[in-house]
């Protein structure tokens, strides 16, 4: 068991489900604002930003991703388009008390040192680590040794490379660790989104996994908690038209009420595991099920032989799997046809 805040991650407590803000806020704290109040609306447990120093992050002629590029355009570096995104740290703790007056979990996920002890002095319930640096050794070492819990996507990365992380991790005697399976384009297309690797990071390591969405839609992270995701991050943003690299494989506020709906249906609908009669099923079954019948009229000290039994509707009577035991009965009544037969009508 793991706990966030005042939320427990565990096979019996509810999907921790995390809106991704990321730097859908284009590097405006208003905006930000007003995505806390869509994530806290459409009932999230937590919003999750990006805390980095450009310089610290990324050279200034790096080449953008081609999903940027489609997104943003060629005519500028990953460092020019990411330096417009940035939030002060200033900026960060006015939107983390923000969440505070929302009661809803702030997260992050720091890219370099410096924003991992920002979000330290933050006193943050834990450290999301981004799918790029899950090679990053070093660094994960260092986030780790803050003893907080630490949620791992996996993007683009092997289970030898997964294994290295959890290795890093727990070296630091840190192991409140929790793997999100992820697909690291944006979209990410449904035949390479491979659900079902979730279930090889659970069987292979023994500890939590969830689920990072990339895809179009609500489908594939409802279909993951079927399979068992504890946490379910998806990118969110308040319009989809707006500039910038990620909000074209966003949602809608709409879109991720309706998704956390779902999700909490899907919850309740995957029940206990054992399989036994509902308490609403309980009159249907009556009414569904059969009985012993009398298939003509029966008269008074008669015999019973197959004959005179049929098997129908309600299931209030004798059970048909005792058809056998009536066979060679005595009538001790009258019996009409189409009676549904009680054991005290024989001897």
């Given at each position: 068991?793991?706990?966030?805040?005042?939320?427990?991650?565990?096979?019996?407590?509810?999907?921790?489900?995390?809106?991704?803000?990321?730097?859908?806020h284009?590097g405006?704290?208003?905006?930000?604002?007003?995505m806390?109040?869509?994530?806290?609306?459409?009932?999230?447990?937590?919003?999750?930003?990006?805390?980095?120093?450009?310089?610290?992050?990324?050279i200034?002629?790096?080449?953008?991703?081609?999903?940027?590029?489609?997104?943003?355009?060629?005519?500028?570096?990953?460092?020019?388009?990411?330096?417009?995104l940035?939030?002060s740290?200033e900026?960060?703790?006015?939107?983390?008390?923000?969440?505070?007056?929302?009661?809803?979990?702030?997260?992050?996920t720091?890219f370099?040192?410096e924003?991992?002890?920002?979000?330290?002095?933050?006193?943050?319930?834990a450290?999301?680590i981004?799918?790029?640096?899950?090679?990053?050794?070093?660094?994960l070492?260092?986030?780790?040794?803050?003893?907080?819990?630490?949620?791992?996507?996996?993007?683009?990365?092997?289970?030898?490379?997964?294994?290295?992380?959890?290795?890093?991790?727990?070296?630091?005697?840190?192991e409140?660790?929790?793997?999100?399976?992820?697909t690291?384009n944006?979209?990410?297309?449904?035949?390479?989104?491979n659900?079902?690797?979730?279930?090889?990071l659970r069987?292979?390591?023994?500890?939590?996994?969830?689920?990072?969405?990339?895809?179009?839609?609500?489908?594939?992270?409802?279909?993951?908690?079927?399979?068992g995701?504890?946490?379910?991050?998806?990118h969110f943003?308040?319009?989809?038209t707006?500039?910038?690299?990620?909000?074209?494989?966003?949602?809608?506020p709409?879109?991720?009420?309706?998704?956390?709906?779902?999700?909490?249906?899907?919850e309740?609908?995957?029940?206990d595991?054992?399989?036994?009669?509902?308490?609403?099923?309980?009159?249907?079954?009556?009414?569904?099920?059969?009985?012993?019948?009398?298939?003509?009229y029966i008269?008074?000290?008669?015999?019973?032989?197959?004959?005179?039994?049929?098997?129908?509707?309600?299931g209030?009577?004798?059970?048909?799997?005792?058809?056998d035991?009536?066979?060679?009965?005595?009538?001790?009544?009258?019996?009409?046809?189409?009676?549904?037969l009680?054991?005290?009508?024989?001897?």
């Amino acid at each position: 068991m793991i706990k966030i805040g005042s939320k427990t991650i565990s096979d019996n407590s509810p999907v921790f489900i995390i809106a991704e803000a990321g730097v859908n806020h284009n590097g405006d704290i208003e905006i930000a604002k007003k995505m806390v109040d869509a994530a806290c609306e459409a009932g999230a447990d937590a919003i999750k930003f990006q805390i980095f120093k450009i310089d610290s992050l990324v050279i200034k002629n790096a080449d953008k991703a081609e999903y940027q590029k489609l997104n943003t355009g060629i005519d500028e570096t990953q460092y020019d388009m990411l330096k417009k995104l940035e939030l002060s740290y200033e900026e960060h703790f006015k939107i983390m008390e923000y969440c505070k007056e929302r009661n809803i979990v702030y997260l992050s996920t720091p890219f370099d040192y410096e924003s991992v002890d920002v979000l330290e002095d933050l006193n943050i319930p834990a450290y999301k680590i981004s799918s790029g640096d899950i090679t990053n050794l070093p660094f994960l070492k260092y986030v780790a040794s803050k003893g907080k819990p630490i949620i791992v996507s996996t993007g683009m990365s092997n289970l030898g490379e997964v294994e290295d992380a959890i290795e890093a991790i727990k070296s630091t005697g840190n192991e409140k660790i929790i793997l999100l399976h992820c697909t690291s384009n944006y979209p990410a297309e449904y035949n390479e989104v491979n659900l079902k690797a979730m279930i090889t990071l659970r069987n292979a390591f023994q500890i939590p996994v969830g689920y990072s969405d990339h895809t179009l839609g609500i489908e594939v992270p409802i279909a993951a908690v079927s399979l068992g995701a504890r946490i379910i991050e998806k990118h969110f943003t308040l319009d989809r038209t707006m500039p910038g690299p990620d909000h074209k494989a966003s949602l809608e506020p709409a879109e991720l009420k309706q998704m956390i709906i779902s999700i909490r249906n899907i919850e309740k609908a995957l029940g206990d595991g054992i399989k036994k009669c509902t308490k609403s099923e309980e009159n249907v079954k009556k009414i569904a099920r059969k009985s012993i019948v009398a298939a003509s009229y029966i008269p008074k000290g008669s015999i019973i032989d197959e004959n005179m039994l049929t098997i129908k509707r309600p299931g209030t009577g004798i059970p048909p799997k005792f058809i056998d035991y009536l066979i060679g009965k005595k009538a001790k009544i009258d019996i009409l046809k189409d009676t549904v037969l009680d054991l005290s009508m024989f001897e």
